[in-house]
């Protein structure tokens, strides 16, 4: 296989840039002979390869897994945080390697790579420390005579499915909660982005997590998730990724019966009540909207403003809007990338012509002016209506669809006519509408007055169908935990028991 000359000559340490799989503490080649290319999206120039395993290379990687439990699960919790903190501490020392790999294959601009490799490594030390806390409980017995409590331990293997949009942090937010809970992972990222997932294989073995316990492999999607999907051996199932593909793994799921936490699309309004600045809310919209080039699960879908100040607020967005630099992550200055490929960039089109065809109003967003084949131009449209995709479907492109609403009861059933419900958020100074909105609002994560809602001590997740359990915070940790419960009976006479 040819080693790309590009990506290895950009990093201070080419050994972070590795294009085989990795199990078993081992670097692997696909059996078969199968390999796919991985491209730049701002450039469309392969920078590497990786091979496509074959089944029995994914059964050797359970193999590997199953073999490494034995050991990493006997660990103590704080043997397990010192090699989790070792390798925090690794990916801080990368960072700026990670970045660049990162911003080469997925193509955000470098500073929200760097941004993404801090915030990935924030859950590594997180969960290092949450897993010397999975306590069990004691429990006041009925029983005569006996004790009743329960344990924690680990659910077992565990496989993990990541998307392209943010190719370390999805990783790391799983891979941590697993590994700290006792786990051992097997990693299948996007194909788009696998060289972060093997960058953070390399950074794994420096730090000395055995073989086994951290894997990445690699292969045609549908083929690699329906093995791991189907082995008896794997107990647990994390995916982030579409609402689609999740629905689908969960049914490949059922036949085993495994653990299923499910990460899934979003669709967030983003509502400004009539007593807010028209500009301060705008600044918000366009943070909450563009950033990764609006490929973000969190990414403000449907604008929701008060009449009153709606005019004043297009304004302004187009305004802001406008400064936006569309380019390479590369370059400085750039705000926005390009798009995954060409297939995001036609969808984008095609809501954009779809909304137009409805009636919508084009504001502003002139596809002339983009830089390349995968670039989008920032799209604001105006008068977008529930029967429009941009309105029903989680658009992930930089198309910000605005819509005027006149009373809190209309903004909640327009905000909640989705089958998503991921996040929302909430502009407004008034604590009446503030709280009625929380409330009412059928999403996993509400934010008010804030565009900045994630990190480790969250729990993220969303309700609807946009997925199942939660990731991060307190409870991140007890999706790779089963509780034991136990009854020591015939104690003989124990006061209080
Ligand atoms: N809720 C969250 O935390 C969160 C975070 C990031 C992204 N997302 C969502 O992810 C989506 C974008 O990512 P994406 O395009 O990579 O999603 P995707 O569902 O297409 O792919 C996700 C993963 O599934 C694999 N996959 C694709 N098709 C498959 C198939 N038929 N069978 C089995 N596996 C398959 C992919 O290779 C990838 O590893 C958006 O909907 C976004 O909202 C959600
Ligand atoms: N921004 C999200 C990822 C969604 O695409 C996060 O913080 O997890």
Redesign the pocket.
Known sequence: MKLSKTLSNALSDPRLFREHAYVDGKWTHGDGGREAAVFDPATGEAIGHIPWLEAHQIREAVDAADAAYVHWRALRADERCERLLAWYDLLQAHREDLATIMTLEQGKPLPDARGEVEYGASFVRWFAEEGKRTFGETIPSHIPNAALGTLKEPVGIAAL??????PLA?ITRKAAAAMAAGCPVIV?????TPFSALALAELAERAGIPAGVFNVVLGE??EV??ILCGEERIKALS????????R??LEQCAGTVKRVSL????NAPFIVGPDMDPREAALAAVAAKFQTAG?D?LAANRILVHESIHDAFVEHFAERMAALTVGNGLESEVDLGPLIHRQAVDKAAAIVDDAISRGATLVAGDQNAAPGRNFFMPVLLTGVTPQMMVWRE?N?APVAGVTAYSDDEEVIAMANDTEYG?AAYVYTHDIRRIWKLLRALEYGMVSVNSVKMTGPPVP???VKQ??LGR?GGITGIDEYLETKYYCLGALGSVSGS
Do not use: H, Y
């Open positions: 499915i990541t998307p392209w949009n943010f999805m299948k990222p996007a194909g788009e999607p549908a998730s329906k995916f982030t990724g579409s609402t689609r593909v999740g689908l793994l990460e899934l699309g979003g490929q699960c989680e992930f991921l993220f997740g969303g946009s997925g990731e």
